[in-house]
């Protein structure tokens, strides 16, 4: 019986594999059917609409009236045999002929570059005609081998998927349980032989086996079995038979550990731990501030102002700390706001006043940054234990204000001297979530905080606060540690003046220096962070020679920064530092050529250096190019040396996926590949702007130039000489004025060799 | 062909066993270009595409002086008019009442030929010339009746090679009675009736010097139907008969002295035959076989002259049809420009009796060779200038309005010959091509040699030519200079190199290898569908492509001088680095996306202005919702602000800019983002800007402030709606919008113009396209219950 079960457990579980797999093909042709009527709705949908916008304005080839069109030559007659028909007489057209268009591959529109992550996998195997693969069908081996012999959509006869396995464990694992309700003699066996290794089921199996052995009427228990069976683990056999029948997948304990690890993550109840509740929801809760803010300040990109941005998301997660002095502008308010404005209660104007004192003696005095945030904790710290909730006070000298701060505010408002109906106010999730973000921006002007707040008065906040405060008082071990002092923020105190001139008199034999030791090699930016250190040879900027950028965690009088240009020119000679080091103006640094200009007042901005980041493109057009396939012309006339033509944009990929691209791109004799720095490519290939269609010459109109962008790099391609309107572009793919962009296949592999 | 066989026959007895290969070579050489340019000539008269009068090396043509524009009034046209009638009335009635008729020949036409008998041939022609009167009718209802009144009856040449050759047998006319408006009271009007009779008597000569005429005529119809439709101007057969034949004979009052001169000089071809003028009435039946007729209106009933002097060309129908009827030909749709192409036709299908009308005073001729002279003489210093009609534009079927149209000034129109064809079906008339050569170009002897090299400058063949005509489109060029631009700069096929001789000038004629034959129009066209034509609604945009414009050399001197010796040095300096080519002027330009030809009204929009395909839109939103532990308020906002961002990316390189941008995205997106009341996820979002730096603190709270003002104006939302939907369809919307022009590129624009204004004009633009985007994005969220409010 038992052997019987076993092949019948091999047949169940090969069955249920084709089942499931027929199902899933099933499944996927319908979604295919679904997703291609759907994009079809899609397409007409825009097809009416464009109708509808074009229905006024459309313009068709119109024929003109010249004689180009006119039937001149002959009359064509075709007689008819048929006696009683006429003839017809046809004016005879010259049909011009047409020439075909050079062949067009599919891509897709960019007009800033994208990264994207290597791929692991080949996707295609690309078709490069007969004659190249019967010929050279080694190289189609050396690609996968590239790839470790993954190629996309490889299936083997047994392949078989985590997705898969799972759905047929559980289909199993359902006829399994369904045999009791049927054949109890059946269930008897499987329950017998089955062996539950879940330790959380093996009271039901207990349950179940002591059942079955007392042989109980079979409706109740039964249904509770397989009530109970449904959510237990599936029988050993199952596995036993799989792993049978698909011996490279291993063996029946991988099997069953990866079933476990499966059905844990697909457990539905399972709540994201991060993920913190809407706060406009109404299941907000009140959380600290750090959860509050998570999402925002784990997606934020600090260099494209975007939300999980697809140009540094996957290198760079900036640690949100950065140097907020300058934007902490909002001082605690001196005057009421209205009526009822918390400095009218007893005792907050001093409390008040002595937070913006000892924050503004602070920084007249030794020139620290310290977030008033530690004024406040200090402040309510009455009861004396303020010491123990700052674990780290970084200097001596900090701790010694502190203590005399504390010997001030001693006599400070209490929340217990607040009025009751200020204290008994209900907050909620929300509101108590948003004060303690708030808290941290606007330190003690409760005004402000309650303007945002829109529910609250500045007295109810007031109180708040206070309140907020004893609680972390009274628990310091908790979230109190995060309001305490940030010693990064404390660790580099200026000095500014002196520095900023020195600066100057450093940056132009700095850059000097630069372009002697990097000439060959320019890496790519990455913001440095190294909290307490000074910017030196530790720190990434530095050791790859980079400048470090606002961007950069360091302190902005960092003497690695870049300062700047104060040009008041066009910033297109080498006069200007930031031309000097092939970067454009940054408009937060250089004020004086007015690269920091926009909107209705772009006109002021005299700098020229500023294109590619503004997308100051010119118009480009594309048609059949005069030298080979397509090229991309010029639309109006461009009147000098050095003009920006464009940014050359795709994909930007790493060294090791360039190598792999290129083996492909070399072969199609056609590559987009350009080389970005030491680190990066861009490829045009798939993704990519109008100017990848400029061609080659060895003579060319244009060149192209690596700029660092606001810490990008980035390919501008600019005007050799003055080019006219029509004029087809071309710029010398083999090398350029830096000396690290090289044309990507096989000049690359020359200078490998 | 003929060309070369005309060239062989003069070199006939210099080298006959070459004969046969050298034709062959000049054929294949010169044959395709020549008839291209027929082609492209015949075109051209039928709708110009420009005037030759106004290019700058025809001045010469333009005979036309802007100085009585100066002192133009009003007044002048009436009295203009009034001038016009008073010699309308006076002149004709005073002098001329005689009218010479010349029969010159009668033309038959491949296609007519093998339409009625292929095989037959016509052996000699006599034409009968008669006047018929109209007689008034005194019952209106009732024909009018005729009476014919024989003129005369000539001989005509067929298919005459030279028409010069036949000018002795002029017919007379008296026209005197014909004015006498008072008493002739039963005559409506009076018309010239042609009859062509057909004589049977085969002779010898005439077959042959027929089946030469006969080749010259099949050649010069050539591929181009139209050719035959005035002689004169035909460039095929003209051309290169005046070619070979070394001079051309100009048909015009002023040079009538000349010409005879010329007719002395000139051997006459084997093919000229004299005919007798020949009263006999009988002869007309005696031997009819075929009787072409036509009828030309003199005088009608108003007493209007029809006829002025020079040649014509009439097309005759048959009036006694024997066998088959005439057949029908293919007809030609009217699709130049509404002109109605069958009348020129007709002239191609139909016979044409060519015939010399001239006026001169009442006096008897003398004998013939002297009275000739004597009358053309007498003509030409009489006429009347008002009998010069004006070139008609187009053609009209009411011959009657043709002498209405004569309205010009008598002194400030050239002297300007007019030809008259009627057909007996149509009457129409036609524009002469050409203007007389100017008196003093043809006073001294121009000879222009032609000197065709070929077989790879190995071999040249030479003729000579005494006007300044183009031998391929017989325009007149009036200057030597003239001709020579105009031959290099239209017939582009050829390479010309003019060297001066001592007795004229010699142009080399070769075949330019290098011309490049591609289509060279407005490149659109090409990709036109041919049933588009009538779905234009409404002026349209152009592209700009210069159709006849090319190459746009740099001109020293302003016209003051056309010196030859600017064509001489051409050749060496033609590939200076100064001629500036318009780059690019045809080319057709595609769509980079679906390669797709762009339209003219697309041209200006550049793809790549908007920096937000669709694709990264999705994909934001997409890589936004693939997180699992952002929570569904913040994901919109996220998003919301990434779209943002992304169609506004020059609005956020800077942190200076965020502020402003946070302001813009407020205005577009602050309402969509209070009524699904996302207001403290939005302050978070601008907490973050704030902790990451970019943003101030006072700024956070002057955006908040901004945001309440704008909420407070949009209605919490009451029906619930999916706030992917709202995301959704707010971006389609801002895609929809047209990009702030705050961007760079309006910038960079304005920069082109003067300061001042622009500046003015763009911030103007901005305003109004700012907030009119955000009506627009109010409306739509705001849907129908809440009233859209303006900023």
């Given at each position: 019986m038992s052997s019987g079960k076993k092949i019948d457990w091999k047949k169940r579980v090969r069955q249920e594999y084709f089942r499931l797999r027929q199902h899933k093909r099933f499944q996927r042709s319908d979604n295919i059917k679904h997703a291609f009527t759907k994009n079809r709705g899609v397409i007409t949908e825009r097809a009416n609409k464009l109708n509808e916008e074009t229905k006024f304005e459309a313009q068709l080839f119109e024929k003109d009236n010249s004689f180009d069109d006119d039937p001149v030559t002959k009359s064509c007659v075709v007689k008819s045999s048929v006696h009683s028909f006429r003839d017809q007489a046809v004016p005879l057209y010259t049909l011009n002929s047409v020439p075909s268009l050079p062949v067009c591959y599919t891509w897709v529109p960019l007009q800033q570059?994208?990264?994207?992550?290597?791929?692991?996998?080949?996707?295609?195997?690309?078709?490069?005609?007969?004659?190249?693969?019967?010929?050279?069908?080694a190289f189609i081996e050396e690609l996968i081998k590239n790839y470790d012999g993954k190629v996309h959509g490889d299936r083997e006869g047994d392949f078989i998927n985590d997705e898969l396995f799972l759905e047929l464990v559980?289909?199993?694992?359902?006829?399994?349980?369904?045999?009791p309700t049927r054949k109890l003699r059946s269930r008897n066996g499987a329950s017998e032989k089955g062996k539950y290794t879940d330790t959380t089921d093996s009271s039901a199996d207990e349950d179940d086996t002591s059942a079955d052995t007392d042989d109980p009427p079979p409706s109740s228990p039964a249904a509770e079995s397989s009530s109970q069976e449904s959510t237990s683990f599936p029988c050993d056999e199952i596995f036993t038979a799989i792993a049978d029948l698909f011996p490279d997948k291993g063996t029946v304990d991988d099997l069953k550990d990866k079933y476990k690890e499966l059905t844990e993550v697909l457990d539905p109840h399972t709540v994201v731990p991060d993920c913190t509740p809407n706060i406009d929801g109404p299941e907000a809760k009140s959380v600290p501030r750090e959860r509050a803010l998570h999402s925002f300040h784990e997606l934020f990109c600090r260099r494209c102002y975007k939300y999980d941005c697809f140009q540094h998301s996957h290198t760079y997660r900036p640690p949100v700390k950065a140097n907020r002095r300058k934007t902490l502008d909002v001082r605690a308010p001196s005057d009421a706001c209205k009526n009822n404005c918390f400095l009218l209660l007893d005792g907050a104007k001093e409390f008040n006043l002595f937070h913006s004192r000892s924050s503004s003696s602070r920084q007249a005095s030794n020139r620290k940054y310290r977030p008033l945030v530690v004024g406040a904790a200090g402040g309510t710290t009455t009861s004396g234990s303020s010491s123990g909730s700052r674990p780290s006070t970084p200097t001596p000298s900090e701790s010694e204000?502190?203590?005399?701060?504390?010997?001030?505010?001693?006599?400070?408002?209490?929340?217990?001297?607040?009025?009751?109906?200020?204290?008994?106010?209900?907050?909620?999730?929300?509101?108590?979530?948003?004060?303690?973000?708030?808290?941290?921006?606007?330190?003690?002007?409760?005004?402000?905080?309650?303007?945002?707040?829109?529910?609250?008065?500045?007295?109810?906040?007031f109180a708040f606060a206070l309140r907020e405060s004893s609680t972390l008082n009274s628990q310091p071990g908790g979230a109190g540690g995060r309001l305490s002092v940030d010693p990064d923020s404390l660790e580099f105190s200026p000095a500014k003046k002196k520095r900023k001139h020195r600066l100057w008199s450093l940056h132009a034999r700095r850059i000097q220096q630069k372009k002697d030791n990097s000439s060959s090699h320019v890496y790519n930016y990455q913001p440095c962070y190294h909290p307490g250190q000074p910017c030196d040879n530790s720190c990434q900027c530095v050791a790859l020679g980079n400048f470090c950028e606002k961007f950069c965690q360091c302190p902005s009088d960092c003497h690695n920064r870049f300062p700047g240009c104060r040009c008041k020119a066009q910033c297109n000679t080498k006069q200007c530092p930031c031309y000097l080091a092939v970067r454009e103006c940054d408009s937060d640094l250089c004020t004086h050529c007015g690269a920091d200009q926009f909107g209705e007042n772009a006109s002021k901005c005299s700098c020229k250096n500023v294109m590619i980041q503004r997308g100051m493109h010119k118009h480009l057009l594309l048609a059949p190019s005069d030298v080979a396939g397509w090229g991309i012309y010029i639309k109006e006339d461009v009147n000098g040396k050095n003009e920006f033509i464009s940014e050359y944009c795709g994909e930007i990929i790493s060294q090791d996926e360039a190598d792999r691209r290129g083996k492909v791109y070399d072969k199609y004799m056609c590559s987009f590949l350009f080389n970005l720095n030491n680190d990066f490519v861009v490829d045009a290939t798939r993704k990519g702007n109008k100017i990848r269609f400029a061609n080659h010459s060895v003579n060319p109109n244009c060149y192209a130039k690596v700029m660092m962008v606001n810490g990008d790099h980035r390919i501008g391609i600019f005007s050799n000489r003055p080019i006219q309107a029509g004029e087809e572009l071309f710029f010398d793919y083999r090398y350029s004025q830096s000396d690290a962009m090289k044309y990507v296949g096989i000049e690359r592999e020359m200078e490998a060799a | 062909m003929p060309r070369p066989k005309k060239i062989d026959k003069q070199r006939k007895e210099d080298v006959v066993p070459d004969l046969r290969q050298d034709r062959e070579e000049f054929l294949r050489m010169f044959e395709k270009p020549t008839q291209i340019y027929r082609f492209l000539r015949a075109r051209h008269c039928i709708s110009p595409t420009f005037l030759h009068r106004s290019l700058l090396y025809m001045l010469k043509r333009n005979s036309r002086t802007h100085a009585r524009r100066q002192k133009f009034k009003v007044g002048d046209m009436l009295e203009a008019c009034i001038t016009k009638q008073s010699t309308d009335k006076l002149l004709p009635q005073q002098q001329y009442d005689q009218l010479k008729i010349l029969v010159l020949g009668f033309c038959i036409d491949p296609g007519v030929r093998s339409e009625n008998n292929v095989g037959r041939k016509f052996s000699s022609l006599e034409t009968q010339v008669s006047l018929r009167k109209t007689h008034r009718c005194r019952r209106k209802d009732g024909e009018s009746s005729h009476t014919e009144e024989l003129v005369g009856i000539t001989d005509t040449p067929i298919n005459p090679r030279n028409v010069d050759a036949y000018e002795e047998d002029p017919l007379y006319l008296s026209t005197t009675h014909m004015y006498q408006t008072g008493d002739g009271t039963?005559?409506?009007?009076?018309?010239?009736?042609?009859?062509?009779?057909?004589?049977?008597?085969?002779?010898?000569?005439?077959?042959?010097?027929?089946?030469?005429?006969?080749?010259?005529?099949?050649?010069?119809?050539?591929?181009?139907?139209?050719?035959?439709?005035?002689?004169?101007?035909?460039?095929?057969?003209?051309?290169?008969?005046?070619?070979?034949?070394?001079?051309?004979?100009?048909?015009?009052?002023?040079?009538?002295?000349?010409?005879?001169?010329?007719?002395?000089?000139?051997?006459?071809?084997?093919?000229?035959?004299?005919?007798?003028?020949?009263?006999?009435?009988?002869?007309?039946?005696?031997?009819?076989?075929?009787?072409?007729?036509?009828?030309?209106?003199?005088?009608?009933?108003?007493?209007?002259?029809?006829?002025?002097?020079?040649?014509?060309?009439?097309?005759?129908?048959?009036?006694?049809?024997e066998g088959v009827g005439r057949k029908r030909n293919a007809t030609w749709e009217a699709l130049d420009g509404g002109r109605d192409i069958e009348l020129l036709s007709t002239m191609n299908s139909a016979p044409v009796l060519k015939f010399k009308l001239c006026w001169s005073a009442n006096e008897k001729p003398g004998p013939l060779s002297a009275s000739e002279n004597g009358d053309t003489k007498n003509a030409t210093s009489d006429e009347p200038e008002t009998k010069r009609m004006r070139r008609r534009p187009s053609v009209k079927t009411n011959a009657a309005s043709e002498t209405n149209g004569d309205t010009d000034k008598p002194n400030t129109l050239p002297v300007e010959l007019v030809e008259y064809r009627k057909s007996k079906l149509q009457s129409a008339t036609f524009p002469k091509g050409d203007r007389d050569e100017d008196s003093v170009m043809s006073e001294d002897k121009v000879l222009v040699y032609y000197q065709f090299i070929y077989n790879s400058e190995t071999q040249q063949q030479t003729e000579a030519r005494e006007d300044l005509f183009c031998p391929w489109c017989q325009l007149n060029c009036m200057t030597l200079y003239g001709l020579i631009k105009h031959l290099k700069l239209c017939h582009p096929r050829f390479n010309f190199t003019y060297s001066p001789q001592q007795h004229g000038s010699c142009i080399e004629v070769s075949v330019n290898e290098c011309y490049d034959g591609s289509y060279c129009g407005n490149p659109q066209f090409i990709f036109a569908q041919p049933g588009m034509a009538f779905s234009r609604r409404g002026p349209v945009h152009r592209i700009e492509v210069t159709d006849t414009l090319v190459y746009r050399p740099r001109r020293e001197r302003r016209c003051a001088n056309l010196a030859l010796a600017e064509l001489l040095e051409k050749e060496e300096n033609d590939a200076s680095p100064t001629a500036h080519y318009t780059a690019g002027h045809h080319r057709l330009y595609f769509h980079s996306r679906n390669a797709v030809p762009i339209r003219p009204c697309e041209f200006e929009g550049d793809s790549e202005d908007e920096a937000d395909p669709d694709w990264l839109r999705a994909y934001t939103k997409r890589m936004l919702d693939e997180f699992t532990d952002v929570n569904e308020g913040e994901k919109p906002v996220m998003k919301l602000w990434n779209l943002y961002i992304m169609k506004n990316w020059w609005g956020c390189i800077a942190d200076a800019q965020l502020f402003s941008s946070c302001r813009t995205f407020l205005d577009l997106y602050g309402p969509l983002i209070a009524r699904h009341s996302l207001r403290n996820n939005l302050l978070l979002h601008f907490v973050t800007l704030v902790d990451f730096g970019v943003l101030k603190a006072s700024a956070l709270i002057s955006l908040m402030e901004h945001f309440d003002h704008v909420a407070s104006t949009v209605t919490p939302i009451s029906p619930k709606r999916e706030l992917a939907d709202d995301i959704a369809q707010a971006d389609m919307e801002l895609q929809l919008l047209p990009a702030l022009p705050d961007q760079p590129r309006a910038g960079s624009r304005a920069k082109r113009v003067s300061v001042g204004d622009t500046k003015m004009g763009s911030m103007d633009f901005y305003e109004h396209n700012m907030s009119s985007q955000v009506d627009r994005l109010h409306a739509i969220i705001n849907h129908a219950e809440t009233k859209p409010q303006s900023q």
């Open positions: 570059n994208f990264m994207v992550e290597d791929e692991t996998i080949l996707h295609n195997i690309p078709y490069m005609g007969d004659e190249v693969l019967d010929e050279d069908g559980q289909g199993l694992h359902e006829i399994s349980a369904e045999k204000t502190d203590t005399t701060e504390e010997r001030d505010s001693s006599n400070l408002i209490k929340l217990e001297d607040l009025p009751q109906q200020l204290r008994d106010v209900e907050w909620d999730g929300a509101e108590s979530s948003l004060f303690r973000v708030l808290h941290e921006t606007f330190l003690t002007n409760f005004c402000a905080i309650s303007k945002l707040l829109k529910t609250k008065t500045c007295q109810e906040v | 039963s005559v409506k009007n009076y018309s010239l009736v042609f009859r062509v009779y057909e004589s049977n008597d085969n002779e010898s000569e005439s077959e042959s010097d027929f089946s030469d005429s006969d080749n010259s005529d099949n050649w010069s119809d050539g591929p181009g139907g139209r050719k035959r439709k005035r002689k004169e101007d035909d460039p095929a057969g003209i051309s290169l008969k005046n070619l070979t034949t070394g001079t051309r004979r100009r048909r015009t009052i002023h040079d009538d002295d000349k010409q005879d001169d010329d007719d002395d000089e000139e051997p006459v071809n084997g093919s000229s035959k004299k005919f007798k003028k020949n009263h006999n009435e009988k002869s007309c039946t005696l031997t009819t076989n075929a009787v072409y007729e036509a009828e030309l209106v003199m005088f009608n009933s108003e007493k209007q002259l029809f006829l002025s002097d020079g040649e014509y060309e009439l097309s005759l129908t048959r009036t006694k049809s």
